[in-house]
């Protein structure tokens, strides 16, 4: 078959196509931005990308394609698309093709929530390797043990990532729906996605349709701490359900972890967790990565033990360099909760030394201030607050106003570097959160703090 895949360079399209050149389709793509790491990722495997989404693709590198594939990027007005649709030509989502041409044959295991999706998977992938299940996945980041996002195996499991965001301009379904699992981990689920979310109760729905796509025979792997999941289960659920959480959260569950690590299914202890993950969050998602593991043959303490050498995700709380004893990371931090439970987690680990937030409010949901009120209790525990605001259509300043002169807010991303840079100190911890490239301001601010340290 060959595909000619609209919105290529986004992480779930990119992965998609390099799964569909690995199961031996014809692939070409196109972008409105086609730069490097998915770039280079998809030239290596030998498919051929186009910048922007020019009509002229239907006679030139799209002239042959059987199928379009049309990531959720793609909206009606699109010039290419328009032509597509006048040609009459056949196109389809992502999730649907992905579905009817790979998962349909194999078991796949779908990670589910707000927060911590990618490294669940990541760590749910992790476990069936060192099992020697040689799993498939497509995850929404870059496992460090395995070095790429998205691969095709010739194993049973499909281990995947499901999002709850919108499937195409055509199909207004969350992408989840689409994959059928046999296993789906509900991490957590809070209002997120206020783009195209009107309230919670419209994502639960969402989840509730996942729910119902899974098998009697199937299983559902849910935090029985979270309120939301609980009303979504009680809504109707016809497979069997695990329920884990921290063994301090009151009522029974199936599955807990204690503070220090000990994995108990019941009152049966299967090892000690014993990794290098900070925070409870962490805790939690290993913990439901080991349960949805258990449903697919891997003993629990097998388990437990192969996330010792779980290294994590790019992009997780990711070390991008020191200098003079001043660290710099990289989180993808893009909502409240997720923003306090990685300062958090940070904290827990590092017990010295200042953290410096560097902060941009990116996702669609932060730009439009649906959250904006929680922010200053999301950065209650870090020291300092550098705030990249230059793209709201809000006033981060006020916003912020509670942390008092904790907090500093840019238009300018190299002032911003340059008072970082200043205010760092030997020991500090400068946590970068962004869903985005941020502006390449982690190597800035390396650059900076070396420019000084020279100086």
């Known amino acids: 078959m060959r595909l000619h895949i609209l919105g290529i360079c986004g992480t779930f399209m990119g992965g998609l196509a390099a799964i569909a050149r690995s199961a031996g389709h014809d692939v070409t793509g196109c972008d409105a931005n086609v730069y490097p790491p998915m770039s280079t990722q998809l030239e290596h495997l030998g498919i051929a990308l186009s910048e922007g989404f020019d009509p002229a693709h239907l006679d030139g590198v799209a002239k042959d394609a059987d199928v379009f594939v049309v990531g959720n990027v793609v909206s009606r007005g699109n010039p290419l698309m328009e032509a597509i649709m006048d040609a009459r030509r056949a196109y389809v989502s992502g999730p649907q093709w992905l579905y009817e041409n790979v998962l349909v044959t194999r078991d796949v295991l779908a990670v589910a929530g707000t927060h911590g999706k990618t490294t669940t998977a990541a760590m749910l992938a992790h476990i069936l390797e060192q099992a020697a299940q040689a799993p498939a996945f497509l995850i929404g980041g870059v496992p460090v043990d395995f070095g790429v996002s998205a691969r095709l195996t010739r194993g049973r499991v499909f281990v995947i990532e499901a999002d709850e965001y919108d499937t195409a301009f055509f199909d207004k379904r969350s992408k989840f729906v689409h994959y059928r699992p046999v296993v789906a981990i509900l991490n957590n689920l809070e209002y997120d996605h206020a783009d195209i979310f009107a309230d919670l109760g419209a994502i639960e729905t969402q989840f509730h349709h996942l729910v119902r796509t899974i098998p009697a025979s199937g299983t559902v792997v849910t935090n029985g701490a979270d309120d939301a999941l609980a009303r979504v289960i009680a809504r109707g659920a016809w497979s069997r359900i695990e329920r884990f959480a921290h063994a ?11 503070d220090a690590g000990r994995v108990l299914h019941r009152d049966a202890v299967h090892g000690t967790l014993a990794f290098g993950q900070p925070g409870r969050h962490n805790q939690l998602n290993a913990l ?17 033990a192969a996330l010792g050498t779980f290294q994590g995700v790019r992009r997780r709380m990711e070390l991008r360099g020191s200098v003079r004893d001043i660290r710099v990371y990289d989180d993808f931090a893009h909502h409240p909760t997720a923003i306090a439970t990685t ?21 669609n949901t932060m730009k439009l201030g649906t959250m904006k009120a929680a922010l200053p209790g999301s950065l209650a525990l870090a020291d300092r ?25 840019y238009a300018d991303l ?31 601010l390396l650059d900076a703090l070396a420019h000084r340290a020279a100086a």
């Open 288 to 304: 439901a990565a080991i349960v949805a593991a258990t449903r697919v043959g891997v003993d629990a303490g097998q388990a437990v």
């Open 414 to 444: 190299s002032a911003l570097v340059d008072d970082v840079a200043a205010e760092a100190r030997a020991g500090d911890h400068v946590l970068v959160m962004s869903n985005g490239g941020f502006g390449g301001v982690h190597g800035q």
């Open 343 to 363: 300062i958090e987690g940070l904290r827990q680990r590092e017990r010295t030394g200042r953290i410096l937030a560097v902060l941009e409010p990116r996702s």
């Open 248 to 258: 301090d959260t009151p009522g029974s569950t199936d599955w807990t972890i204690d």
């Open 385 to 409: 607050v550098f705030c990249y605001a230059a793209n709201l259509g809000w006033d981060a300043g006020e916003a912020l106003a509670p942390l008092g002169v904790r907090a500093h807010v």
